[in-house]
């Protein structure tokens, strides 16, 4: 015969997606799986990624904060086109100081999740979709807008004149 133990009575619960979860209760009674689960998801913290994966040629923050930045570009070059009928090189040329303050401002805000948050880091899909955004968009409409503004900055640099403004 076996001596009994000391240690409460551990309790397994089915698999949970890709998992197996494990509750011991303070008393020795079981936790229903699905409360496990739920406690287990509050107190995961996310995993961090180096420099070198956030950075490098298949990271995330190259192509999300480019694309944020030209979203900011787009917007902004189109806007003073229609209003002051200044083409985007010469845009470009006359405020360089402007390009790179948003420039600075949108990487750093980019890397600011990661800072104050624990449940999720400063890549986007660790957050999830919120709403009409999601992280798919974002990097489709951040695509959008690099074709876009590398396009109206080719045409009216090869014509002379505002592309925007008729």
């Known amino acids: 015969a076996r001596a009994p133990s000391l240690r409460a009575p551990a309790h ?5 997606g890709s998992r197996r979860v494990r509750a011991r209760a303070a008393a020795g009674e079981p936790i229903p799986a699905s409360e ?3 406690m287990a998801d509050l107190s995961r ?9 956030t950075m490098g040629f298949a990271g995330w923050a190259p192509e999300v904060v480019n694309g944020r930045v030209a979203q900011i570009a787009f917007v902004a070059g189109v806007g ?3 209003v002051t ?22 990487f750093l805000a980019s890397f600011a999740p990661g800072a104050m948050g624990k449940k999720y880091t400063s890549e ?3 957050k999830g979709a919120f709403g009409p955004f999601s992280p798919n968009k974002e990097l489709v409409h951040g695509r959008l807008a690099m074709v876009g503004l590398a ?16």
């Open 36 to 38: 496990a689960v739920k």
């Open 45 to 53: 913290v996310a995993k961090r990624k180096g420099f070198a994966e």
């Open 85 to 106: 009928g200044e083409t985007l090189p010469n845009q470009f040329h006359d405020h360089v100081f402007s390009l790179a303050f948003v420039s600075a401002t949108v």
């Open 124 to 126: 986007p899909s660790s």
């Open 12 to 16: 397994v619960a089915p698999r949970v």
């Open 151 to 166: 396009a109206a900055f080719y045409l009216e640099a090869t014509t002379g004149h505002a592309f925007w403004v008729r």
């Open 80 to 82: 003073a086109e229609a």
